[in-house]
């Protein structure tokens, strides 16, 4: 699984990466082709103003390789008439074509038509000088050209491409290292090294070799913005898949944790039932015995040690079913308002035999001024018990336990400390699960269920409180229980 999931996310980011440097790319084609139509249209602009500067715009239409025109003769009349362009020692001039008819001389040799072709071949001496000057220019960039002109052709060409924010530009002679413009002087070292280029009027045949230059400070958020919905979907994914991985593994070390906590919970259950099973069993062969049951003294004995052994079997099978019925909140809790401190007086008093024998102390310290809580009297005897219980049981050597209350705010809290075992943070994090039991090394003498604590929570819950415990190995434990606090039918 974990394979898997490695596999799937490095398919992922490689996905991610793939649409990156995909959409990197058409970004770059889609500048450097905007640049290129710039140029062009630098170079178009730049062929009309030098046109209309020479008021050459004559009636011609390119068709076939010919020039074809309209002229009228000295009889008036409207000829259409093709030429063909051919360069001459005189310069370049216009030869009437096959198409002009069937006699060309006398067509050539008309006053009118001839003025007419005069001065069309005039203009087109003076066009072709003009692609000369075009082809041929040494001009500055500086009358080629206005920062302007280039900045608005650069803006409508990007937005033609879908790309509309914001720029830096220049125009740098690469030969020379040196750039011929620059809106921004703190800018040059960016656009020097950027890839965003294009060459300016690339038909020059002389003259210096010049590159359009841009830069997008906010490219990587624009670039961003283009995929962020794929990025987004992507990384909720592999979220979900994390998360379902997660708690899949989870829920496989909990069931396994609370598998092997059912077999020891199993197994513990087996030797208490077992041990009061055999007891019985013993004293019921004894009772069979006919010398056994004339003697009254040793009936009454084998008697009494059938009816504690029975009633350890019922007190075990209780704990057990009142655990189930809690868990399934069929147990109805008989509220009634009761002095808290009287509780743990009574339920002290009944643990305090246990102690003495070992020998240990148990002291209690009720601080609380407010004693009164709404509960089930049963119940909260039993979490109490339950706590001093385990106190004395995690004592290896004699119990040293303390009972204490103070009243915090409108709750009051009890306490109760011992300096036995302690626990260690995985301890903590699970004491209050069904069945689980703290580990004591070598030491076996410790029984019960693993459901105490389980059930001291759920019925402190049920009061409206909380349970908590601090602890650590070799120290002891301390566990607070927090009630609210009541007073009379308020």
Request: net charge negative; hydrophobic share 40%; aromatic share 6%.
């Amino acid at each position: 699984m974990s394979l898997a999931l490695a596999g799937l996310i490095i398919f992922q980011l490689y996905w991610i990466d793939t649409v990156i440097r995909a959409n990197e790319e058409r970004f770059r084609k889609d500048v450097i082709g905007a640049l290129q139509n710039v140029s062009q249209k630098l170079e178009r602009q730049e062929i009309q103003r030098r046109m209309q500067a020479q008021n050459l715009l004559p009636p011609l239409i390119q068709q076939n390789g010919s020039i074809e025109f309209e002229v009228t003769d000295s009889a008036g009349i409207v000829r259409d008439v093709r030429f063909s362009l051919t360069y001459t020692e005189q310069g370049y001039e216009l030869v009437p074509g096959p198409e002009s008819g069937p006699n060309p001389e006398s067509i050539m040799n008309d006053p009118a038509i001839q003025e007419e072709l005069t001065k069309v071949n005039n203009a087109s001496n003076n066009m072709i000088g003009v692609l000369q000057d075009m082809m041929f220019s040494n001009a500055p960039m500086q009358t080629r050209m206005s920062p302007d002109q280039l900045d608005s052709l650069i803006t409508h060409e990007l937005g033609e491409k879908g790309i509309g924010i914001d720029y830096d530009f220049g125009v740098i002679a690469p030969y020379q290292n040196l750039f011929l413009y620059l809106e921004d002087p703190s800018k040059n070292q960016i656009l020097a090294k950027s890839e965003l280029r294009a060459s300016l009027f690339p038909n020059d045949l002389n003259g210096e070799y010049k590159l359009l230059v841009v830069d997008f400070p906010e490219k990587s958020e624009f670039l961003l913005g283009k995929i962020w919905l794929t990025m987004a979907s992507s990384g909720i994914l592999i979220a979900a898949i994390m998360l379902c991985f997660g708690y899949a593994v989870r829920t496989i070390v909990k069931q396994k944790k609370l598998s092997e906590m059912k077999t020891d919970f199993i197994n513990n259950m087996t030797h208490e039932l077992k041990t009061p099973i055999a007891t019985v069993g013993l004293a019921v062969e004894a009772l069979q015995d006919k010398s056994i049951r004339s003697e009254d003294m040793l009936q009454d004995r084998y008697l009494g040690m059938i009816g504690e052994e029975n009633k350890r079997l019922g007190q075990h099978v209780e704990k057990v079913l009142q655990m189930a019925a809690i868990e399934k909140k069929d147990v109805q809790m008989k509220l009634e308002f009761m002095n808290l401190h009287e509780l743990v007086k009574a339920a002290t008093r009944k643990m305090a035999l246990q102690i003495e024998n070992r020998e240990g102390s148990l002291k209690t310290v009720l601080n609380a001024k407010d004693q009164m809580v709404k509960g089930d009297g049963v119940h909260l005897m039993n979490v109490v018990v339950n706590l001093l219980d385990n106190a004395n049981k995690y004592s290896p050597e004699k119990p040293n336990i303390v009972v204490r209350t103070e009243k915090t705010g409108k709750n009051i809290v009890l306490s109760v400390q011992d300096h036995g075992l302690g626990m260690s943070k995985e301890a903590v994090r699970n004491i209050f699960q069904k069945f689980y039991r703290v580990p004591t090394g070598n030491v076996h003498n410790v029984k019960g269920f693993g459901l105490g604590l389980a059930y001291v929570k759920n019925v402190v819950e049920d009061h409206h409180g909380s349970i908590d415990v601090q602890s650590e190995p070799g120290k002891g434990s301390k566990f607070f229980i927090t009630l609210p606090l009541h007073y009379g039918d308020a």
